[in-house]
């Protein structure tokens, strides 16, 4: 079993910043490529942001300049910092993180999504 659980969403207002932070658990060996999703009402999944176990990252052009992704290693753990919040970023916010198991394989996980309204 794996788990990954978020925190940090929330109500903010316009320009301001939130931390996300999304940690996993379970019968982890280790982690490759970890990052961020979001869904917007009536609109599609998004990729936001990812990070290789290497440090590597990666942006949608839609928050470049404004979040940034960062991964610590020795505790499973992914974080989003979001600046110069906009109310477009109102969305439900996923992580994800390949995970090559204990026992064998990989595969992604997926948390539960956490709720970000900017309201402007």
């Known amino acids: 079993q794996v788990q990954l659980v978020e925190s940090g969403g929330g109500l903010v207002q316009a320009g301001g910043s939130l931390r996300l932070s999304c940690a996993a658990s379970?019968?982890?060996?280790?982690?490759?490529?970890m990052g961020w999703y979001r869904q917007a009402p009536g609109k599609e999944r998004e990729l936001v942001a990812s990070?290789?176990?290497?440090?590597?990252?990666n942006y949608a052009d839609s928050v470049k300049g404004r979040f940034t992704i960062s991964r610590d290693n020795a505790k499973n753990t992914v974080y989003l910092q979001m600046n110069s919040l906009k109310a477009e970023d109102t969305a439900v916010y996923y992580c994800?993180?390949?995970?090559?198991?204990?026992w064998g394989g990989g595969m992604d996980y997926w948390g539960k999504g956490t709720l970000v309204t900017v309201s402007s």
């Open positions: 994800y993180s390949y995970v090559n198991r204990v």
């Open positions: 990070i290789i176990s290497g440090g590597s990252t």
């Open positions: 379970g019968s982890i060996f280790s982690i490759g490529t």
